[in-house]
């Protein structure tokens, strides 16, 4: 099937929650790593206080290390780097090689205010500066809804608050969008029914998802939103990471290895190869066995 698929492997959200600080020279290598085998778009990096996430402290350096490791004529993949306030994003525009800032605005009252100690006013007042910055700039933007399919917090939910906050990013210029699953708690029909509730009303955005899930519904997920439209898909090799605030520790990001086969169901090939990504994903693994938290059984 000849059509356009984007798979953005994020290490930065796999990394940010052990427990066990990974060493900067691990980063860079494994970021060469996944550039070898084809990785064109890494959500690679986040600008925030090491105060909060002491993982993310040399960000500046892993990007600046995997700069200069990379071989001549090496074509270089799109680097996200995350923030959460003007001075983060004065840090990613200030890093070369990031060729993206990513912002998480949360439809979630309470999650906001969690996280990022905001009002809904205030989160919107600085996507809006984010994005005259990142026009400005030349670079990209992607603005994760989290709490897209739903939340723990008995607060109002729904298609139409998605599809509020949707219309908002179309109309200040944002071009491309990815729905989160935070709690990664939506099973595969909710997913597939929100991205097709939402998809029309933002014609023109790249509109992907960020799902987190158990592993054994990720295919499923993933399925969902495809059959439903979407073509752009967040993933982690080895399912790695997640959101702490899921409540179950075998919630984590969907392993892009299975949003590969998942997709090859649909005689759907991908921009990465699965022979290919071995080798990266035999580095994941001895980064979860060296620095993860150990994992409690169910």
């Not at 780097?81 to 990613?92: H, P, S």
């Not at 729904?158 to 708690?185: C, F, M, P």
């Not at 990504?277 to 980064?287: F, G, L, P």
Request: charged share 25%; proline share 5%; hydrophobic share 40%.
């Amino acid at each position: 099937m000849s059509e356009t698929i984007k798979i953005v492997e994020c290490p930065r959200d796999a990394w940010q929650g052990l427990t066990e600080i990974i060493p900067t020279e691990t980063k860079i290598q494994y970021l060469l790593q996944l550039t070898a085998a084809g990785v064109k778009h890494i959500d690679a990096v986040s600008f925030v206080s090491p105060k909060h996430v002491r993982q993310m402290a040399d960000s500046e350096d892993v990007i600046k290390g995997f700069l200069a490791g990379l071989p001549a004529g090496t074509e270089r993949p799109e680097i996200i780097g995350i923030v959460v306030n003007e001075q983060g994003m004065e840090r990613a525009l200030q890093t070369p090689g990031v060729t993206t800032v990513g912002y998480p605005y949360s439809i979630s009252a309470y999650f906001r205010r969690a996280n990022a100690n905001m009002s809904r006013a205030e989160s919107r007042e600085l996507v809006e500066k984010i994005r005259q910055a990142t026009k400005s700039s030349g670079h990209g933007l992607v603005v994760y809804i989290s709490m897209a399919f739903g939340n723990p917090y008995e607060e109002p939910w729904g298609a139409e608050i998605v599809e509020d906050a949707l219309i908002w990013l179309k109309d200040i210029g944002v071009r491309t969008v990815s729905l989160a699953d935070t709690v990664g708690t939506a099973p595969p029909p909710y997913v597939g029914a929100l991205y097709h509730a939402v998809k029309d009303c933002v014609a023109g955005i790249e509109l992907g998802v960020h799902l987190h899930s158990r592993p054994e519904e990720g295919a499923a997920k993933i399925l969902a939103a495809y059959d439903a439209g979407c073509r752009r898909f967040d993933g982690a090799l080895t399912g790695l990471g997640g959101c702490p605030f899921a409540g179950d520790d075998l919630v984590g990001n969907i392993a892009t290895e299975t949003i590969i086969s998942a997709l090859a169901e649909r005689g759907v090939e991908t921009e990465i190869r699965a022979d290919a990504i071995e080798q990266a994903i035999a580095m994941t693994r001895e980064i979860r066995s060296k620095y993860a938290y150990e994992l409690r059984t169910h």
